[in-house]
């Protein structure tokens, strides 16, 4: 009972509040999905690649919430651009409620200096969303005695409901051989989602993101024509993001020993609080495997810090990750982007 009571709470304050303050849906290896991060960082690897990141929330709760992204993207050398496609997908049980998203990227390359290069991004999406009204839980429904759900709402709505609209992202990113540090906005229109036929706009989502790697010397020498040796490095970033009344920090590192890297980082803000609460998220471990020069696995695991620490489970979240295609020719002087693994 006290976890349906929580998804209750959780829904209608999302769906039902006087301003509507709902937020994208995230992933902890938000590197190891750069569309959904950036649209600067389609063809990002100068080659092509495809990737795949599914994320199941909460997972001791009754109902799930569960968020799948797979890319595909692709660079050209001829005109120095990226283009790449992306599929998004959100979903919640307990209301039957999901979000499909399909969005077209396009990115232009851009030197600067001998060390210096600037991406910037645009992409344009189109989302569907649905929504089966008949399993909210209204105040009214709830014995206050027992906690129990007692009979219908007396509330009068479609069985189901679906919106469609879309939004337009852009980005940058200005990176050298060991640092970056890039900006996006999505939802630049601040579309409709409305399920009523009123208006309920969907919040701009402010994003920075940077990082430093720092190499730690070379492995033992392998026998391949992708590079020489095997790396050691370690990589230190961080992404905040801002969206309506919401904003969150994730920070952390990665240790990249060839082929496994070993990652942890930390989500909240603890210089702010709410109604005199710390805002701790969650503690994150990462553990990678690169299978081949060109497939590369992920499974991260977020253990909750918060006053929901023991209910809900934490989250789990997979990476898979694929190169393809011919390596562009690369000189002394090319500017490789040093982002993460996974």
Partial sequence: MKRLLL???????LFWSEKAQAQDPQFSQFYASPMYLNPALVGSTDRG???INYRNQWPSLA?????MSAYADFFSKAIESGVGVIVNQYRES???YESNEIGAAYSYKMRISDALVMRTGIQLSYFSK????EQLVFGNQIDIDNGQVIGPSGEAFDRGKKVDFMSA??????????????AAVH???????SFLGEESRLARKFSVHAGYKLNLGNGRRLRTISYAFQERSVTFALNYKKQAGFNQLDAGMQFYFQPLVIGGWYRGIPVQTVDKVI???SIIGLLGLEITPDLSIGYSYDFTVSSLAGSTGGAHEFSLTISFGQIVKRTRRDTLLPCFKY
């Avoid at 998804?7 to 304050?13: E, K, M, Q, R, V």
């Fill in 7 to 13: 998804i209750t709470l959780c829904l209608t304050s």
């Fill in 49 to 51: 690649r495809a990737g």
């Fill in 63 to 67: 109902h799930s919430f569960t968020t």
């Fill in 94 to 96: 307990f209301l039957n």
């Fill in 130 to 133: 649905d929504l089966n009204f």
């Fill in 169 to 182: 992202s852009a980005g940058g990113l200005f990176y050298t051989n060991t640092l970056w540090i890039g």
């Fill in 187 to 193: 939802h630049i229109n601040e579309p409709n989602q």
């Fill in 279 to 281: 805002k701790n998220e």
